[in-house]
């Protein structure tokens, strides 16, 4: 168990819908990082937040957006949903998101768009 | 081309064998990390390494800076060691970059 939570566990939707993935880093860790695994593209960098801002942004489409709030849990919401938008998200945290520190990963929520 | 590749792309083996994962980078980086993937979907970091070697147990992580490669060693091999195995390379402000794994499949 890495200590990071994320929900909902699954989720299927329709395409055109809009969901929320919740992630819950290790206590005491600034910095969050959401991941995408998708079948053909693999694991993808989508975005990072530390400490409430963004900090760095990987290949996330204009249709995502996330944030960091006060409490350092991190929400991802994903909009007008297509068939390719189904994959694996993952969360991942660190205790600054510093250039040499491990990252945490969460269980990850599957998502699958009909 | 990728940016970080990895070989083999799957391997099979036999319980007890000694096993070698390759990763090999083609940008400048600040580290390479090492995860596993279980088959339930879960990632595990395993290594992080920006020089030399490090050791845990039965796995070995090297990296070379100078040759942009890594390898991921598994001693006396096990099933329970069947999954894929993740590299991926530290950019700026720790911006990961993947391969696109190893899958590994160790036979009793």
């Known amino acids: 168990d890495s200590g990071v939570t994320q929900t909902p566990k699954h989720l299927i939707t329709a395409t055109g819908q809009r969901v929320t993935l919740r992630c819950s880093p290790r206590?005491?860790?600034?910095?969050v990082y959401w991941y995408q695994q998708s079948l053909d593209q693999g694991l993808q960098f989508l975005i990072q937040?530390?400490?409430?801002?963004?900090?760095a942004k990987g290949n996330i489409l204009e249709r995502f957006s996330a944030q960091q709030f006060p409490d350092l849990h991190s929400e991802l919401n994903l909009s007008s949903l297509e068939l390719g938008d189904s994959a694996l998200y993952f969360c991942?945290?660190?205790?600054?998101?510093?250039?040499?520190?491990?990252?945490?990963f969460g269980p990850g929520t599957r998502l699958l768009v009909l | 081309k990728n940016e970080v590749e990895q070989s083999p792309q799957n391997l099979t083996a036999q319980e007890g064998e000694f096993i070698t994962i390759n990763c090999s980078y083609s940008v400048g980086i600040s580290a390479l990390h090492w995860l596993q993937q279980h088959p339930g979907g879960g990632i595990v970091s395993l290594f992080m390494?920006?020089?030399g070697k490090k050791k845990h147990g039965r796995l070995i992580a090297t990296i070379n800076i100078q040759e942009k490669h890594s390898s991921l060693h598994i001693t006396a091999s096990h099933p329970r060691d069947s999954a894929v195995y993740i590299c991926a390379v530290g950019r700026g402000a720790q911006k990961l970059v993947f391969g696109q794994g190893t899958r590994l499949t160790i036979n009793p």
């Open positions: 206590s005491g860790d600034l910095s």
């Open positions: 390494l920006s020089s």
């Open positions: 991942a945290s660190s205790v600054v998101g510093g250039r040499s520190e491990t990252q945490y």
């Open positions: 937040y530390y400490n409430g801002e963004e900090r």
